[in-house]
T-cell receptor, first 111, second 111 residues
Framework: DAKTTQPPSMDCAEGRAANLPCNHS???????VYWYRQIHSQGPQYIIH???NNETNEMASLIITEDRKSSTLILPHATLRDTAVYYC????????????FGKGTMLLVSP | DAGVTQSPTHLIKTRGQQVTLRCSPK?????VSWYQQALGQGPQFIFQ???????QRGNFPDRFSGHQFPNYSSELNVNALLLGDSALYLC??????????FGEGSRLTVL
């Protein structure tokens, strides 16, 4: 699975959009980009995933560049409850895939 | 619909002891994976069970073993506990077509 690079931390004001970047320059054509987050002392929570096209669900939007070497997770209106560590993970899509977690990005949403 | 449930939530053991952690997967899921998360680190893959067999294994010693039952629930066993085994142990379930759902974890402290 391709390696990912994320900034260690980011800050965001409550109510503003949080844009979390991820670099995955060695991604293969059959690999998906998955985003999970982990709120303190809880298990990781699935957010969204995509292959080529931009994706949106009730939690977030995922923007993948045309060359697929990077992506951005967008939380459109961040709340204090969005404070968490966000992990960008690249895997071949399968329910049987294993996840390789890096250090992720610690997003701090402030009032 | 109950998600992934783990027990116990917290436990304390001493070096050399053995521990068993339990996991019930989300309804409809047939695959269970276990992860270890040390303080300040991302989760690390231990192993995955499908059809009562260990299908994949991460870089963990044989002291870590597991089992999956016919109802898809699973146990993680760790023998001869070391201080370094202190961590949050996460169970994740999945099916062939879906993303991983994580439980809240079992926090193990080895004294």
């Amino acid at each position: 699975d391709a390696k990912t690079t994320q900034p260690p931390s980011m800050d965001c004001a409550e109510g503003r959009a949080a844009n979390l970047p991820c670099n995955h320059s060695t991604i293969s054509g059959n690999e998906y980009v998955y985003w999970y987050r982990q709120i303190h002392s809880q298990g990781p929570q699935y957010i969204i995933h995509g292959l080529k096209n931009n994706e949106t669900n009730e939690m977030a939007s995922l923007i993948i560049t045309e060359d697929r070497k990077s992506s951005t997770l967008i939380l459109p209106h961040a709340t204090l409850r969005d404070t968490a560590v966000y992990y960008c993970i690249v895997i071949r899509d399968s329910g049987y895939s294993t996840l390789t977690f890096g250090k992720g990005t610690m997003l701090l949403v402030s009032p | 619909d109950a998600g992934v449930t783990q027990s116990p939530t917290h436990l304390i053991k001493t070096r050399g002891q053995q521990v068993t952690l339990r996991c019930s997967p989300k309804s409809g899921h047939d695959t269970v994976s276990w992860y270890q998360q040390a303080l300040g680190q991302g989760p690390q893959f231990i192993f995955q069970y499908y059809e009562e067999e260990e299908r994949q294994r991460g870089n963990f010693p044989d002291r870590f073993s597991g089992h999956q039952f016919p109802n898809y629930s699973s146990e993680l066993n760790v023998n001869a506990l070391l201080l370094g085994d202190s961590a949050l142990y996460l169970c994740a379930s999945s099916s062939s077509t879906g993303e991983l759902f994580f439980g809240e974890g079992s926090r193990l402290t080895v004294l």
